[in-house]
């Protein structure tokens, strides 16, 4: 059964009670409904249920208030960590105040849109580490788990992990990026572990074996020292009939540490019959079945981590630095690299390899107040596709293009004049992701001078100019010549609080201005920008 | 000054009036037991091996192509207590040598100090093949009994800590096995490594190479060799197991060549089997190691292994005169020479520094005459040659030195069995050892 159910707070509950290929319902799109209810009293069939409906492979239940039965309570494992309670009644206070908590939290975060496919492993951290920003869980405790990958684990992570959605040393390397740019920080050293070098796996079986032979095969006596004739053999040698005689004076033994006593232990191969003081002490990979010595495991430290509120900014955004443009857009760099980009270009501009001008545009946008606000998607898409053989970055509220000005002709004056129509065209194509009050704005820069002035360069990209070579102001009319919806992304202040933009809730406002003699007038519009575009793209090309 | 001319003048006359037959008479000990037994004995036998060295290097040659082919494990064998520091000089003369294929191993009798570190840690770089540790001290023997359990040569070659062996010494060493099938134990040659460290060294590197080099190859060739040293010799590890291994020290050396004799197996000594190793170089020290050395005459050879001296069944004539020979020139004749010298003062009580000064003069030139043997037998006589400004006070340091420290060892071990209190062994083996007499 699945319906959908009005609570008292006027929100939309969906409920059900079997597998339901919900995904690919036509009947329940995603705004349909505010939060889902499984009301199953079976673990597993809950459990299955919850295999589709979770933040990773249900884009339509993505960041939604989830709630189950309150009888399965503490029996559902690491499925406990995307459930947001057990319910017996939808209109429970607590369901009540927990589905208006998220709702008001994912406005607040501005991620109230639906998601994409999960494509990528580091997509699937982002979008577990943005679910459990929803629910305010800022501090991820590793858990000692019995049966888990790597012993200590974060809830959350593990439940994909054990559905087989990314590898052990990608969760590695993700959590430890996170925590160098300062978007985790670490507030309690929990332990130190060894992890099987070859996957990161826990669970090592520790043998001790022979180091000539590495056979495992092997058994330690200990070493008795008979004093009235010096014979010092293992103790097996003198095994008499349950009673201790000496092999070499065959008197009996009476009394440790009178006539006889044991000063060492040693350890004997049954296979190459090695005698050694010490056993080689090595690992087995119950996961991988390699064995490596223990000298060579991995050690990690398992802390405990804290989201920061830098992090919460960054992974609520898309500026973070495996977002989705490095994946979709060829021609899309993250801000560090395009900066190593540009001191490349300006080492060979400046050595005379390129005879062209080295040019960055910087695209962004200003508020009434006369603030750059934040980078948007949508902006950055649509440079990214404006310029499809520029490199294209952004960072510090700035969209920026880098181009090389030459022609066919090696008329450089003209290539730059070009570009800065292209600019412009291109602000007028984004403007409909401006708001009222805003101005998008463009200006360039031009690599001058020899190399001694390449920092200033670099650090004039942090800022924009007061005075923009073009503006475009905020048009009512204004569409998306792809015809994507609007998407807001929240705003930051100063003081690193979020402030959600009122504006930014109506979701379906652009869908529903156009008109016929708009649309037209719009795809007409698209038209002679395609044709500018074709013209120029073959003058700026971009190594 | 004048009283040194004077005296010289005195000296002058004095012997102005001896007559050959006097001076034999009064010095008689030197004559008729020193010369025969310790410098013409060894002219002969050296210069016999000279005469003979062509016949016996065509041997030689064979026993060496032998070696190789058969190639066998041989098992260094270095028990040791605190010796950590020394082990690395070791291990490195070792992976110098000809002969390839050995193992060592590393026995440490509950040192208190860095050896567990330093020793695992070259057993983990290959160094070392086998490190054994006895966490309490059990002593020397029951160190060396360790070790020797866990040997997997042929052969086990046991070395001091503190010694360092030429690059050929293996090789050497394990010649002889090969010349006479009946040989079951070869001693090598120790030389003194820091022989330029004191005068007291020095004249160890004398006494060494004297007794050692050419004593030993003398008393080999006569088949009456009765000691192998500790700090370097080879033993079939067969015939070490049927004789026990080694017995409690000190002296354990000379014991363990005892046995092997008895069990009729035959010694050997290859001279140019060359180990270097530290010596004492305060009198002190070497006064107490000379002690212990000395006792263990007594207590093996007189205590211990009298059944040798006994016409038994298992008597042999060889086995007889070698350990009547040290007996007798070892411990009786030093107590003849006591009397001797007693006798000499009283007689002379006129003339005792004429007589003082002969005596000086006779060892003197005796020693030269021995010093001319080494340099005839040594392969490094330019090292040698050093050695030859100490050669005055050896009459003083054989002649004097170390009679005097044998009677007092003998002594106290005939009467007091002083060798089982010497800390050397630990008190719990020592109690059982001399209740044992063993």
């Known amino acids: 059964m699945i319906t959908i159910q009005n609570n008292n707070n006027e929100r939309r509950i969906l409920l059900l009670d079997s597998q339901f290929n919900l995904e690919e319902s036509p009947d329940f799109p995603e705004y349909l409904f505010d939060a889902v209810f499984i009301f199953n009293e079976s673990v597993e069939q809950t459990q299955n249920i919850l295999n589709d ?30 459930i947001d309670g057990y319910i017996d009644d939808w209109n429970d206070k607590d369901a009540l105040n927990k589905v208006e908590d998220i709702i008001n939290r994912r406005n607040e975060l501005g991620l109230n849109t639906p998601e994409e496919k999960i494509l990528s492993s580091n997509q699937l951290f982002v979008r577990l580490t943005r679910f459990l920003i929803i629910r305010n869980n800022l501090i991820m405790h590793p858990v000692l788990e019995n049966g888990s990958s790597s012993g200590y684990v974060i809830p959350i992570y593990n439940l994909f992990y054990k559905l087989g959605w990314y590898k052990l040393s990608e969760s590695f390397v993700f959590v430890q990026s996170m925590v160098e740019k300062g978007y985790f920080r670490t507030t309690q050293f929990l332990n130190r572990i060894y992890l099987c070098p070859k996957c990161q796996h826990s669970h090592l079986l520790y043998i001790e074996s022979c180091p000539k032979c590495n056979n495992s095969m092997i058994h330690s006596e200990e070493v008795i020292h008979h004093f009235r004739c010096a014979n010092i053999t293992p103790e097996h040698t003198y095994n008499f009939g349950g009673q201790l005689r000496c092999p070499k004076c065959h008197q009996m033994l009476h009394h ?86 540009i001191r490349l270009l300006a080492e060979q501009k400046f050595s005379g390899r390129i005879l062209g001008d080295v040019l960055v545009g910087k695209i962004w946008i200003i508020d009434s107040t006369s603030a750059t606000v934040r980078n948007r998607a949508e902006l950055l898409a649509q440079v990214c596709q404006y310029f499809p053989n520029n490199k294209v970055s952004a960072a510090n509220n700035i969209t920026y293009i880098n181009a090389i000005a030459t022609d066919y002709k090696g008329d450089q004056e003209q290539a730059v004049l070009d570009f800065q129509i292209m600019l412009s065209e291109a602000i007028r194509a984004a403007a ?53 919806r609007q998407v807001d992304s929240p705003l930051l202040k100063d003081d690193g609080t979020v402030e959600t933009e009122i504006e930014a809730i109506d979701l379906n406002k652009p869908a529903e201005v156009p008109n016929d003699t708009e649309d037209t007038q719009e795809s007409g519009n698209t038209s002679f920008l395609n044709k500018v575009k074709d013209s120029i793209c073959h003058i700026f090309s971009s190594h | 000054m004048s009283y040194i001319f004077e005296s010289l003048d005195t ?46 290097e065509k041997k030689r040659f064979y026993a060496r192509f032998r070696l190789f082919k058969d190639n066998p494990l041989v098992t260094i064998l270095v028990p040791g207590k605190n010796e950590g520091k020394n082990i690395y000089k070791l291990v490195k003369s070792l992976a110098e040598q000809t002969y390839k294929n050995y193992e060592v191993i590393v026995v440490d009798d509950g040192s208190d100090d860095y050896t ?16 054994l540790r006895c966490g309490v001290r059990g002593g020397k023997a029951s160190a060396a009994n360790y070790g020797a359990y866990h040997a997997k040569g042929k052969y086990i070659v046991h070395l001091d800590a503190d010694s360092s062996l030429d690059r050929d010494a293996i090789e050497k060493i394990l010649m002889p096995f090969y010349l006479d ?65 080694w017995d409690i020290g000190p002296g354990l050396d000379g014991d363990i060549t005892q046995k092997i004799r008895k069990a009729g ?24 190691q000379r002690l212990r050395w000395s ?44 009397f001797y010298f007693i006798g000499l003062i009283t007689n002379f009580s006129n003339h005792i520094f004429e007589v003082m000064l002969l005596d000086f003069l006779i060892r003197l030139c005796l020693a030269v005459v021995a010093f001319g043997v080494i340099l005839t037998v040594t392969e490094r006589k330019r090292e040698e040659l050093f050695l030859i400004r100490f050669l005055p006070l050896t009459s003083l340091y054989t002649g004097y030195f170390m009679r005097i420290v044998r009677l007092i060892a003998h002594t106290k071990e005939l009467f007091f069995f002083s060798s089982y209190k010497d800390p050397w062994n630990p008190e719990k083996t020592s109690r059982y050892a001399q209740l044992e007499r063993a």
């Open chain 1, 432 to 484: 409909y992701v401006l708001r009222p009050g805003e101005k998008i704005c463009y200006t360039y820069m031009k690599l001058e001078g020899n190399g001694s002035n390449i920092d200033d360069f670099l650090n004039d990209l942090n800022f924009v100019a007061t005075n923009p070579d073009d503006s475009v102001d905020y048009d009512p009319n204004a569409i998306n010549p792809n015809g994507d």
């Open chain 1, 53 to 82: 409906i979770n933040p990773i492979t249900s884009q339509k239940c993505c960041y939604k208030p989830l709630f189950v039965a309150r009888s399965l309570e503490g029996k559902m494992g690491d499925y406990a960590s995307v």
């Open chain 2, 116 to 131: 567990p570190l330093i020793c695992s840690d070259l057993e983990k770089h290959g160094f070392i093949d086998l490190y």
């Open chain 2, 295 to 338: 006792k263990s005459l007594i207590r093996f050879r007189i205590r211990k292994h009298r059944d040798i001296l006994y016409p038994n069944r298992n008597w042999s004539l060889s086995n007889f005169v070698s350990n009547m020979e040290s007996i007798i020139f070892d411990c009786v004749f030093n107590y003849i020479w006591l």
């Open chain 2, 11 to 56: 000296f002058v006359t004095w012997l102005q009036h001896l007559s050959i037959s006097s001076i034999i008479n009064t010095y008689w000990f030197i004559f008729f037991i020193e010369i025969p037994r310790y410098y013409l004995l060894e002219i002969i036998i050296v210069t016999y091996n000279i005469l003979t060295y062509r016949r016996l």
């Open chain 2, 265 to 288: 197996w035959k010694v050997s000594h290859a001279s140019d089997a060359v180990c270097l190793t530290n010596v004492p170089v305060k009198w002190k020290v070497l006064f107490k």
């Open chain 2, 181 to 245: 099938p009946k040989i079951k134990a070869v001693g090598g040659t120790v030389k003194v490594r820091n022989y330029k460290d004191s005068i007291c060294a020095s004249m160890q590197a004398i006494e060494y190479l004297k007794t050692i080099m050419v004593g030993r190859q003398v008393t080999n060739t006569l088949g009456i060799l009765h000691i192998i040293s500790g700090a370097f010799g080879a033993f079939e590890v067969e015939t070490l197991k049927k004789i026990g291994y």
């Open chain 1, 256 to 341: 440790i540490g009178v006539d006889y006593d044991r000063p060492a232990t040693v350890f004997t191969c049954d296979v190459c019959n090695n005698s050694f003081l010490q056993a080689k002490m090595q690992a087995l990979c119950s996961n991988c079945q390699s064995v490596s010595d223990v000298k060579s495991l991995v050690p990690i430290n398992v802390y405990v981590y804290e989201i920061t509120k830098e992090g919460i900014y960054a992974i609520t955004s898309l500026n973070i630095g495996f977002s989705i443009y490095t994946e979709f857009h060829d021609n899309f760099l993250e801000f560090n690299r395009f900066v190593n980009r």
